[in-house]
């Protein structure tokens, strides 16, 4: 997988656009309190950099360089920092309590791995620190607008609420929205969106 996304963000082109997520831009009021902020497989930067534009220290994690790079070269463009660290999700022991928010915008796992790497944004905030997602559902392989062929790389949102158990749920979406980002992802799409406050330890 890595060499894939090695390869697929070795171009000039932001494949997946330059702006960032819809969600992630509707919801950013979340983020207000946090401060350090992680962004899980972040590809090309563009949801990064939106958050330093906002005012956020954020860093970015991902497992292709070449994509870490453009988030370099964005974040210049745009006159912000964003650190970056070459992660391999599935094989990376996170800090707990490393960070005041975790955000992923469309990681794409096998259903055996997603659980563990949204164990690993719920570790590495710290308790009453803020997780986001959108991922694209398994009804997403008959819309064929963006994400995996392969459907058991699309997410269940009865698993997602399996995850979230004890944690303050913030918001939860699981339907169609448009999405038009670069050339990969274009049109009516179907996904599931999540914003919770992880549980502090003196919580009911």
């Given at each position: 997988m890595g060499n894939m996304w090695n390869k697929r963000f070795a171009t000039e082109?932001?494949?997946?656009?330059?702006?960032?997520?819809?969600?992630?831009?509707?919801?950013?009021?979340?983020?207000?309190?946090?401060?350090?902020?992680v962004c899980f497989a972040e590809g090309e930067g563009r949801n990064a950099v939106f958050l330093a534009r906002e005012g956020h220290d954020v860093t970015a994690w991902d497992y292709a360089e070449s994509g870490l790079r453009k988030t370099k070269s964005?974040?210049?463009?745009?006159?912000v920092v964003v650190k970056t660290k070459t992660v391999d999700l599935l094989e990376y022991e996170v800090e707990a309590g490393q960070f005041d928010a975790a955000i992923m915008v469309f990681g794409h796992f096998q259903s055996r791995d997603q659980k563990e790497v949204f164990k690993k944004m719920l570790k590495v905030v710290k308790p009453g620190g803020v997780v986001m997602l959108e991922v694209y559902s398994k009804e997403q392989i008959r819309y064929g607008t963006g994400g995996p062929r392969e459907i058991d790389m699309l997410?269940?949102?009865?698993?997602?609420?399996?995850?979230i158990g004890g944690h303050h749920v913030v918001h939860f979406f699981w339907g169609e929205q448009d999405r038009k980002e670069g050339t990969l992802h274009k049109g009516l799409a179907h996904v599931i969106q999540l914003v919770l406050k992880k549980k502090r330890s003196d919580d009911e």
């Open positions: 082109e932001y494949v997946y656009g330059e702006e960032p997520n819809a969600f992630i831009r509707e919801h950013v009021g979340q983020l207000r309190a946090c401060g350090p902020v964005l974040a210049a463009k745009h006159g997410y269940d949102p009865k698993d997602v609420l399996d995850w």
